[in-house]
């Protein structure tokens, strides 16, 4: 009983976390800007094969929402706007590591299968 | 220009990674199955909440696709049909572990700015 309400509390907090990591390019885009460190709209748009200057914006405007993307706006000619992750942005990095090198393994393990 | 190269190549391991584990639910029914290593539809459909018994069935089929979660039916009466991890779905575990410490650590930081 103990083990299932511990169980219960993982399971919600995991829950909360793909709540803000979830859709098709979030964590694709932190991954960028954590290899990078700084980074353009338009760089990220060549980044990440597919995705569109709309949903891209969407994106960034939730990841800044929830305090993991800081966006600033330099006074140069023409305005220059770069995005970076924020501290709590960066407690991801480990993720990010963990994600590409399982991405690797299953890459072997599909091409093997083939 | 080699460093370019190789954070494409991580980015694109990402991907392939966000690619299979995508979608509302797929990560937490991989986790309520690492927590209690067998589980039945039914015990799934409780451990999430809010999910609706046909996108149980339609998310389990994916990862089964994708050789991450075992079917085993047993010859009872009535039939009984449970889920495990395979070998592969558990080299998911430490995924599964950070996203937990990581959206527990979320939780608090929330709460923390209301």
Same mark, same amino acid.
């Given at each position: ?7 219960? $509390?993982? #399971?919600?907090?995991?829950? /909360?976390?793909? /709540? ?18 700084? $980074?353009?709209?338009?760089?990220? @748009?060549?980044? @990440? ?6 949903? #891209? ?7 800044? #929402?929830?305090?993991? &993307?800081?966006?600033?706006? @330099? /006074?140069?000619?023409?305005?220059? &706007? ?16 963990? #994600?590409? /090198?399982?991405?690797?393994?299953? $890459?072997? &393990?599909?091409?093997?299968? &083939?």
């Amino acid at each position: 009983m103990m083990e299932a309400k511990c169980h219960k $509390r993982d #399971l919600m907090a995991i829950h /909360d976390a793909m /709540d803000i990591l979830n859709g098709k390019w979030k964590i694709s885009i932190l991954s960028t800007l954590c290899y990078y460190e700084e $980074r353009r709209f338009s760089e990220i @748009l060549n980044d @990440l094969t597919g995705i569109s200057n709309k949903q #891209l914006s969407k994106e960034l405007k939730e990841l800044e #929402l929830n305090k993991l &993307v800081k966006r600033t706006v @330099l /006074d140069t000619q023409p305005v220059t &706007v770069h995005y970076t992750l924020t501290e709590y942005g960066w407690s991801l990095q480990g993720l990010i590591n963990y #994600l590409a /090198d399982w991405g690797k393994k299953h $890459r072997e &393990v599909i091409f093997s299968a &083939v």
